[in-house]
């Protein structure tokens, strides 16, 4: 699969599209390094210039062209016409280009700078790799795209499941229609038409412009669980506007069982069994070449018994949570941190128990601009069921006013959970008692502060190099390599062993005080972090298999017998 056949929006889809990526000319004849490059694609120049020709015939009233990524200031050109310029490097943006295009060939030019300024949400880039910090990378790293709508077209729509229906908000002046259209398992096989009977109602339906609401109840629910994926696919009409969006029954909240405060899934206990997954291929940087590759990770950790992947300071393109959606895989969305990070401050204070507080008097550009992107990031991934909580900041990076950027996601955002501070810094205001532990295995002698449960979001990271796959890649080049990990295993054995040994004495016996979940550092190796369950390339798994599946069953029963 290549990523010009990917539909870019899987919650929102139209019949009609027009993809624009495939080859590029990069910086043009004037400069240096100039020659064609694929687009998506990451980068690590900080000043690109690309050019593409596209054909193109009007169809309908507007014509709107669409970036679903550019790092980090993306200054956008339609056939010599300045059309808009996006800063940030992580979401979505579009253009208006209808009095623009032109029937024929139309030339397209896009600017991208990126001077890793932190005022930005950046991630784990760094301008010097190294250990727990990577290769940076830039350019227009995700899809680019155009679509035709009439005017009055359907903008936006909001999904809201429980466990009865969905409430759909549709953004649109025109008045709206819903209508289930399907419904599928996780391996897209089509259901009988039973399963989608079902009772509509309109909540609102204002006659001007505005949001209309509507209220679907299938007659016998499906609920999503992560072995039993089961979507519901819908398709909402406004005037000659048509989209299909699909959605899944499920909830996610907190309740006290036998005294104690729990995760649930759907009303029942469960345990977020996560690994955490940032996203990195060899090769490709923070792209794999092959989308197909989100849902092959997903199915290898899904092997090793695993249940939720902690999407770590990154924004993934939505074929990834599709992917999750499709095939069950909960995932725990962090936030893209931007600010200083100082090791001092940020790590060897908390390592010897040092909390501070994150209040601050003046909130300057960096603070509001994380704001904004954190809404920005619940309204664009709101609709994906699969996303069960949010992480706000990451052990102290760019940390600031959390207690109330707490408040704030649960009025952006009332039906998922919230760890505020991943790791520690932690203020008054949480969903879960969060903490890091590595280096050590401690017995965990009570639940967590405050009631809250308790949340191990990052252990492990034992060590195995495996022959270095997938380093250096094309866009690491060769230097001197300093391995990174949290202690060195000699063989796969000695690493299963370990794990096995850390889930056995720290966190099975922990779920009857109140642990509701573990994740376990990490996926895959990452340039010079060789911590993975992978390797970078993906093509050596360095565990047993039948051993971590049976760590899994070991966290499913013991959650069970306190349910």
Known sequence: MDWKDVYPRPQLRRKSWQSLCGEWMLQGEELPGGGLCTVPSCRSEQDLFYQTCFDFRREDELVLLHFEAADQIADVKLNGIDIGIHEGGYLPFEFDISDIAVDGVNVLEVRVQDRLDHLYPYGKQKKKRGGMWYTPMSGLWQSVWIEQVPKDYIRSVRITPDLEGVTVEVDCPQKAKIRLSGCKNGAAQELAEEEIAAEYSVLHDPSGEGFQSFRIEPKAPHLWTPDDPFLYTAVITAGRDEVEVYFALRTIDIRSIGGVNRVCLNGKPVFLHGVLDQGYFAPGLMLPEDPEEYSRDILRMKELGFNLLRKHIKIEPEEFYYQCDRLGMLVMQDMVNSG?????????????????????ALRGPREKYFIEHCEKTVQHLYNHPCIVAWTIFNEGWGQFDSDCLFGMFKAWDKTRLVDSTSGWFAQEKSDFDSRHIYFRTPTIKKGGKGGRPLFISE???YSLEAGGHGVPGPLNPVQERK??????????????????????????PAVPLGCCGCIYTQLSDIEDEINGLYTYDRTVCKVDKDAMRKISKKLAAAVRQEG
């Open 483 to 508: 391995t990174y990990g949290y202690g060195k295993c000699k063989d796969s054995k000695e690493l299963t062993e370990r794990i096995a040994a850390l889930y056995g004495k720290m966190i099975i």
């Open 459 to 461: 252990c492990g990271g």
């Open 340 to 360: 200083e990070y100082s090791f001092f401050r940020d790590t060897i204070l908390p390592t010897i128990g040092v909390n501070r507080s994150d209040s601050i």
